[in-house]
């Protein structure tokens, strides 16, 4: 049976990156992190990744509503735009 992850942990560095076209946090998730908390203020397509490049074949996500994925140190994550342009907040989680 599969275990559903429900939001709790420790909060570690959170980022925030504006998008439009596709754009990526700047700094790789650190090392013993394998969970991120990710919300868009306004609907995005998003992706994970060692240098990722979102588009609109990616995972959408809708405005303000926080999801949590599983991630690898190293990783970043990246949004574009569904229609207008927003902020891409994620935070590590322990």
Not at 7 to 26: E, F, M, N, P, W
Not at 31 to 60: L, Q, W
């Amino acid at each position: 049976m599969a275990q559903q992850y429900i939001g709790t942990g420790r909060l570690g560095t959170s980022q925030v990156k504006a998008y439009t076209t596709t754009a990526a946090i700047d700094n790789a998730i650190g090392s013993g992190t394998n969970k991120v908390r990710v919300v868009v203020t306004t609907a995005a397509y998003i992706k994970i990744g060692e240098s990722p490049t979102a588009t609109t074949s990616d995972v959408y996500m809708p405005a303000d509503s926080p999801e949590y994925f599983t991630i690898s140190a190293g990783e970043k994550v990246a949004a574009v735009q569904v229609s207008s342009g927003g902020n891409l907040h994620v935070t590590e989680v322990s």
